[in-house]
């Protein structure tokens, strides 16, 4: 029996994307939300863990400004991606992130199935939550981007832009931030990787791959795909070893215990929520 149990999913260069993703976003988490509850013990103990609240604001600025690098790097992969030649007929393929009626009609009968009035949609690579993900991520990088570099070189934005302006900055950037870290925390993190079928974590960002019984049950017009191209045994890896699933599961788990401990420590510190 081969040993070759998983499907590629994702490239080494997509995964290091998510790693650096995942680093950048929970540093500007944890920096913006010391910064924002400053005023409260909890507030000052996150400032506390970066050398204080100026340290807090110079840590944010740069590593803000590496997130908008990063998103301008990603976009010259995409770009480096597309089959030019066949284009713009290549960009809605059944492996483009690009949403196609066919996600419309997935989502409602996939609430349909929830509700047992509907046969399950039969997925393919990406389903119609992932491709909302990653088109929230690229939404919310240059939104949050533009914002704060307005506010981090305050000075200079005024020279081009009414006072009134960084103050809807602000606000823009705050809101921006509140429901990225939401969506994240929530629904991307805790739901997503603590869901029945992904218990006791998702590794396939990490490990680049997935079960094939799980891709066939989850997925199944996408292996159904590759096995009709005669793709899909090229396409096999195997399990990665012991101590690097280790690696993945405790670094995994960090993150969800980081998010879960700001989301509740935001929420408990809020001043606009009473208990």
Not at 51 to 75: K, P
Not at 229 to 242: D, F, K, T, Y
Request: charged fraction near 15%.
């Amino acid at each position: 029996m081969s040993s070759k149990n998983r499907i590629r999913r994702f490239t080494p260069v997509q995964k290091l994307f998510h790693l650096l993703l995942i680093l950048t976003f929970m540093t500007q988490a944890v920096t913006g939300l010391a910064r924002l509850f400053i005023e409260t013990s909890w507030g000052k103990w996150l400032a506390w863990l970066f050398g204080g609240y100026e340290a807090c604001r110079t840590i944010h600025i740069y590593v803000g400004i590496f997130m908008i690098c990063l998103f301008v790097l990603h976009l010259f992969y995409v770009l480096g991606k597309v089959n030019w030649k066949e284009f713009p007929g290549s960009l809605y393929g059944p492996d483009s992130l690009l949403f196609r009626f066919k996600d419309v009609k997935d989502f409602f009968r996939h609430v349909g199935w929830f509700f047992g009035i509907a046969k399950a949609p039969e997925f393919d690579r990406w389903g119609y939550w992932e491709k909302f993900d990653y088109w929230a991520v690229f939404w919310g990088i240059p939104v949050l981007g533009i914002t704060g570099l307005l506010l981090a070189y305050h000075v200079a934005a005024s020279k081009i832009m009414p006072g009134w302006g960084l103050n809807i900055a602000l606000w823009i950037h705050r809101i921006e931030a509140i429901l990225a870290m939401l969506h994240v925390f929530i629904l991307h993190l805790i739901l997503s990787n603590l869901r029945r079928s992904n218990f006791p974590m998702d590794r396939a960002m990490f490990e680049g791959s997935v079960e094939l019984t799980h891709a066939r049950h989850e997925r199944p017009a996408w292996v159904s795909r590759l096995e009709q191209a005669g793709e899909l045994e090229r396409n096999l890896v195997p399990e990665a070893p012991v101590g690097r699933r280790a690696i993945f599961y405790v670094f995994g788990y960090a993150v969800i215990v980081v998010s879960t401990f700001l989301l509740i420590g935001g929420l408990v510190n809020s001043p606009y929520i009473t208990w």
